[in-house]
């Protein structure tokens, strides 16, 4: 069975657009100077879908340069969430299938984790420029022995211009995980949040030290 990946990544792209216009549902859960962390149910599991919204100064192409999809990118450098990531298959020029590692998380209760997405870089008429990734099966990457295989479900990124500031960028992302495993739900519930927040902290740090 041939999988569909740029079906599926344009549909995902479809879904994060509609999500970033639907301000219906959502509840703050944390802030910080740097984000608003929101949440609502999700529609596609059992679990939450979280939404950050925060300012970073640098403009969209360097906020992207630290966020982008690159196996060789700086994300593994700055993202405390982000142990390895690997390039399964370059599915066109900007769809690619991608595994991402996980470390143990939440003072060990999160064991390792490893994920397999579809990603869409996709970049809007305004300059917005876009990551859309939601979980596949590869042929390559069967589940790994010593990881425990987690789902994105529809997820990604919004880089979006500020009108009149060149430097600056709207970051909203979209996070709808499930870690897998049997982890209790008082655990994910406040992983999320928390790690969101780190997110945006050590993006901003990444963003500033860039030249």
């Not at 990118?73 to 020029?93: P, T, Y």
């Not at 579809?118 to 979980?135: H, P, R, W």
């Not at 008082?186 to 993006?203: G, K, R």
Request: proline share 7%.
């Amino acid at each position: 069975m041939i999988m569909d990946y740029e079906g599926k990544a344009n549909s995902v792209a479809e879904l994060l657009l509609s999500y970033s216009r639907d301000q219906s549902g959502w509840k703050i859960c944390k802030k910080t100077s740097e984000v608003v962390v929101s949440w609502r149910p999700s529609a596609e599991f059992a679990g939450n879908m979280y939404k950050g919204e925060g300012m970073v100064n640098g403009s969209p192409q360097k906020v992207w340069e630290c966020l982008k999809p690159d196996p060789n990118g700086l994300r593994v450098k700055w993202d405390d969430n982000v142990k390895k990531f690997e390039l399964l298959e370059q599915v066109s020029s900007d769809i690619t299938v991608c595994r991402t590692v996980t470390p143990s998380a939440a003072m060990g209760i999160i064991s390792p984790r490893d994920f397999v997405d579809v990603i869409l870089v996709k970049q809007y008429e305004d300059g917005t420029i876009t990551s859309n990734a939601t979980n596949v099966s590869h042929p390559a990457c069967p589940p790994q022995p010593g990881y425990v295989r987690g789902f994105n479900h529809p997820c990604g990124c919004f880089c979006v211009p500020v009108p009149g500031e060149a430097g600056k960028t709207q970051l909203i992302s979209f996070f709808q995980t499930d870690l897998g495993g049997l982890l209790p739900r008082s655990v994910v519930d406040s992983f999320f949040p928390a790690s969101m927040t780190d997110f945006y902290s050590n993006l901003t740090k990444a963003v500033k030290a860039l030249k």
